[in-house]
């Protein structure tokens, strides 16, 4: 089984088909802000001025309105930049190949793949906290349950972890990797984010960075998503970053 990792694409889809073309994995898993949203009137302000200086961060309106397909399962966790709504009714629109991951475990293949979706709210403003774009206390219950999960996908980073200085991240992530013990993390969110590093048993990869800095380090991306492969072959994981020639980093 092979899967393609991708960080925050934010819409911009062709470059990612084109190299899942490329390299034929079974799927792919992105860590939130996929830019999910159907058109330019859905957007957040944030993603409405920024489409304004991209426009291919439009180009994933063709997949949602079902005018286009991707060619393999997409599975994807929320950000912070989606049309919320649109992912409160997102088994009715019936995509084909893209998979809204809600937080909580799923069966994928052989792997057993913990989500958390959303950003962590710092502060003690219950109006902001309840925003759907922050990843809410009564949506991790499954983490008080006795589970295990091979992976950890998520838009936050974990506590203090968020940026290359430190700060940032989510103390849900943490507890998810305190209780679930996952052998990997996979992560979005933060521009400058360190190096991969590890908690306890599990390794802790960031999938975003700065266009400059994924330059400087030669890693394949799509605008700030970084990308990578994890392949599970009998008993054997393992993951490394694509570079921008198509080999690997670990």
Known sequence: M????????HGKIEKLKKIVELIRPDAVFQSGDLG??????????????HIKKNPAEGEIFAYVQKEKVFPCPLYFVRGNHEDFEL?????????CNIVYLKTGIHIIGSLTVATIGGIY?????????????????????????ECKADVLLAHDAPE???LK??????????????????RFLFHGHYGNPPEPYNIGPTRVYPMTMRTDRADEEGILAVG???????????????FYYLLKNLKNRE
């Open 2 to 9: 092979k899967i393609l990792i991708a960080g925050d694409i």
């Open 36 to 49: 999910f949203f159907a058109d330019v009137s859905s957007m957040d302000r944030a993603s409405r001025r």
């Open 87 to 95: 992912l409160e009714g997102f088994e009715e629109l019936e995509l």
């Open 121 to 145: 709210c710092w502060g003690n403003n219950p109006k902001k906290r309840n925003l759907p774009k922050y990843t809410q206390e009564e949506e991790l219950e499954f983490l008080f349950k």
């Open 160 to 162: 203090g972890m968020g």
């Open 165 to 182: 200085q430190g700060g940032g991240g989510s103390p849900f992530v943490s507890l998810a990797i305190e209780t679930l013990r996952p």
């Open 224 to 238: 700030e998503a970084l990308l990578g492969l994890l392949k599970i072959e009998a008993n054997k994981v393992k």
